[in-house]
T-cell receptor, first 113, second 118 residues
Framework: KQEVTQIPAALSVPEGENLVLNCSFTDSAIYNLQWFRQDPGKGLTSLLLIQSSQREQTSGRLNASLDKSSGRSTLYIAASQPGDSATYLC????????????FGRGTQLTVWP | GAVVSQHPSWVICKSGTSVKIECRSLDFQATTMFWYRQFPKQSLMLMAT?????????EQGVEKDKFLINHASLTLSTLTVTSAHPEDSSFYIC??????????????FGPGTRLTVL
């Protein structure tokens, strides 16, 4: 069974800091890994998707890396802003035809001005 | 592209009534749709997986007679909470994906439906 863990559970930082959110998974046989953002009471917004053959993906101030062999991924947020405040979830796809995702519990990020 | 909508966005109902939630993929055809529920400050819990034209696959512990799922077309799946009770109050989120070449692709999520059962 795939278990996904995210550390830290919560993070509160001043604006401008560079941040690292961590995600680990127990079964390295994954197809891809996705990072999502969830605002309170809202659905999920996909931020980055890393295929198992890739090492990292970048989008604007976000950079996600993947080390499949060690079962880890990190989401790096550069120059954080108050608008980045949200819960960040990582999820792994084992690549079955069903395509279900296994989610971590998320990191609740607060960026204060 | 890749927009998934849900309707309604919130619903309040009396205990014992049934509630239907719709999930639509607006600009693509989804071979598979997923239904999740999320309790406050918890992650998403997968309830069931539905493929168009076939019966849904429910996760262990999810009552299929209570949570009826219909995936009648490649763009629409519905979740009906039958005889809802206060413990069914939760945030329900659907997602949709396309399967190409026998492998799954990126999953896109709806905005969620907040169900409150009085």
């Amino acid at each position: 069974k795939q278990e996904v863990t995210q550390i830290p559970a919560a993070l509160s930082v001043p604006e401008g800091e560079n941040l690292v959110l961590n995600c680990s998974f127990t079964d390295s046989a994954i197809y891809n890994l996705q990072w999502f953002r969830q605002d309170p009471g809202k659905g999920l917004t996909s931020l980055l998707l890393i295929q198992s053959s890739q090492r990292e993906q970048t989008s604007g101030r976000l950079n996600a890396s993947l080390d499949k062999s060690s079962g880890r991924s990190t989401l790096y947020i550069a120059a954080s802003q108050p608008g980045d405040s949200a819960t960040y979830l990582c999820a792994v796809d084992r690549g079955s035809t069903l395509g279900r995702l296994y989610f971590g519990r998320g990191t609740q990020l607060t960026v204060w001005p | 592209g890749a927009v998934v909508s849900q309707h309604p966005s919130w619903v309040i109902c009396k205990s014992g009534t049934s509630v239907k939630i719709e999930c639509r993929s607006l600009d693509f055809q989804a071979t598979t749709m997923f239904w999740y529920r999320q309790f406050p400050k918890q992650s998403l819990m997968l309830m069931a997986t539905s493929n168009e034209g076939s019966k849904a696959t429910y996760e262990q512990g999810v009552e299929k007679d209570k949570f009826l799922i219909n995936h009648a077309s490649l763009t629409l799946s519905t979740l009906t909470v039958t005889s809802a009770h206060p413990e069914d109050s939760s945030f329900y989120i659907c997602s949709a994906r396309v399967v190409r070449g026998g492998r799954s692709t990126e999953q896109f999520f709806g905005p969620g439906t907040r169900l409150t059962v009085l």
